[in-house]
């Protein structure tokens, strides 16, 4: 880049700037008199609905130190960008602003005089330069401008099929797979044909070779039963008798018989008592105020999803969830249920019948993202999915379904949010989301609006577990899954 100035005082550390529309005035600059002359304080696009809506909110940042104008949140993919009207504004008045285009689809190369031409078009397919001349044509700056645009849609879930993973511990003489989470570690069970059992540990969902240990289980188990607390597992046996284990290996009656499990809260785990006039709630252990109360008709006793436990808005306490499953007259539900730490109540809105009755299916808090009203941003926000499970027909749901106001309404997702082809259909898989670091390789990102360079940032990925086919035949894979803009390299 060049700048040529007739100064004597030395330029100090600079950092970059990004500036709102309405924070010119605020901003204190720390440049040197001559520099001071050639500073851009503000760049942006002008608006243009037909290019895309909010053109004129897209964040630009300034960075005088490299001489590069650039948005770091890149335009949608398919924007076009080669007639593009700017705003910018200096610090001092200047002698002229050319911008110099060359390599453009669609406009020859030129010379544009900003200062002269305020409203003509630029075409920033190519190689822009802008070059400022201070008033008394002392010193010059260039900038290299670019307008970035998306070259895969951001707002994109992904399931690569090269992500696919062999499932821990699979076996074609499997029967029962079940994975679960154990404070921070993953253990799976596998129980096979021959009636043996094997227990496969792990750190992390992705971790390439899992420990296996055998198990001696003194019952025959219900493998889709098992559960995990922080400290302690629970399965249920053939006949509905209730084990725990602290580390999967030794197991010990609890002396209660249940007719399902639904899952862990805190410290206890939540299931259901089938009695002579009805089914009721139950939990072990039992806290000293709690008293068994009979389910609601609609409540799903059997075959609802995994529950998950998140924080929500409108309780104090942790609020559990369950969706789908087989009420006490054996009809698939489409409800979805939760529970406070106290009591269970239905969620969703009654009116709402977008969710299908389905049984067996996968349900996990995940992300995505929305456009902040009137600017050219998007807001993170946690939203509960819905994959795969039986419909009432019987057949596999192919369908994600998505709530972003805690399960209270649904909608079926559109082509972002799909379940590729490749996928087979499932029900019963383990869904978890890992954190993991990605990182930017040296070269391949742009300095950002803060002194240090970022390079690394937190990304969190799906993983499906087994799950099993319309055949009812275990699903010998672990699949793989991201939300594409959260793979980008973050805006600051």
């Known amino acids: 880049m060049l700048v040529m100035c007739v100064m004597i005082t030395t330029l100090p550390m600079l950092m970059s700037c990004n500036k709102d529309k309405d924070d010119d005035d605020s901003t204190v600059y720390s440049y040197s008199t001559s520099e001071q002359t050639t500073l ?42 080669s007639k593009l009207k700017v705003t910018v504004k200096f610090l001092n008045t200047v002698s002229s602003a050319v911008f110099k285009i ?32 201070s008033v008394d044509n002392s010193c010059v700056k260039d900038y290299e401008v670019k307008v970035l645009v998306h070259k895969v849609t951001p ?32 253990r799976i069970m596998n129980y096979n044909s021959a009636q043996e059992c094997y227990l ?33 597992l629970y399965m249920l046996d053939a006949d509905g008798v209730l084990y725990t284990s602290a580390d999967g290996l030794s197991w010990n009656g609890c002396g209660v018989t249940w007719y399902s499990m639904l899952g862990a809260y805190n410290d206890c785990v939540l299931g259901i008592v089938r009695g ?4 009721y709630y139950d939990q072990y252990p039992r806290s000293e105020d709690f008293v068994a109360t009979r389910v609601d008709d609609s409540f799903p006793v059997s075959h609802s999803s995994d529950m998950i436990v998140t924080n929500n808005t409108w309780t104090v306490s942790q609020q559990a969830m369950i969706v789908g499953g087989l009420d006490s007259q054996g009809r698939a539900v489409s409800d979805v249920w939760g529970f406070d730490g106290s009591k269970w109540g239905k969620i969703n ?13 996968t349900l996990f808090a995940y992300y995505t993202y929305k456009p902040v009203s009137g600017i050219r941003r998007y807001a993170l926000q946690e939203t509960w999915y819905v994959m795969g499970g ?103």
Request: hydrophobic fraction near 35%; glycine fraction near 6%; charged fraction near 15%.
């Open 200 to 232: 496969f540990t792990a750190s992390a969902p992705n971790q390439p070779t899992w420990d296996k240990q055998w198990v001696n289980l003194p019952f025959i188990p219900q493998i889709p039963s098992l559960t995990a607390t922080d400290a302690a």
């Open 390 to 492: 039986k419909l009432a027909d019987g057949t596999l749901n192919g369908n994600i379904y998505l709530s972003s106001t805690q399960g209270i309404t649904w909608y079926k997702s559109d082509s972002t949010i799909v379940q590729p082809g490749f996928m087979p259909k499932f029900y019963g898989a383990q869904a978890f989301v890992n954190i993991e670091t990605l990182t930017a390789a040296s070269g391949n990102y742009l300095p950002r609006r803060i002194q240090s360079q970022v390079t690394s940032w937190e990304c969190p990925y799906i993983y499906l577990f087994g799950g099993y086919n319309d055949q009812d035949a275990l699903l010998p894979y672990v699949w793989r899954g991201v939300y594409n803009r959260m793979t980008n390299y973050p805006v600051y």
């Open 102 to 133: 060359t390599g453009a689809t669609e406009q020859a190369d030129t010379s544009i005089n900003y200062t002269t031409s305020m409203t003509q078009a630029l075409d920033f397919t190519g190689k822009t330069i802008l070059t400022v001349t």
């Open 276 to 279: 002579d006039d009805g089914y």
């Open 155 to 186: 707002d994109t879930l992904i399931w690569d099929e090269s992500w696919r993973r062999d499932l821990p511990g699979y076996r074609h003489s499997a029967i029962g797979h079940k994975a679960v989470k154990q404070g921070d570690t993953y």
């Open 40 to 81: 851009i304080t503000a760049f942006g696009l002008q608006a243009d609905a037909d290019v895309l809506a909010s053109l004129d909110s897209v964040h630009f940042t300034i960075d005088y130190d490299n001489g590069l104008i650039y948005n770091a949140d890149s335009l949608p993919v398919g924007t076009d960008i």
């Open 349 to 361: 809105n009654v009116h709402s019948t977008v969710l299908p009755a389905l049984t067996d299916a």
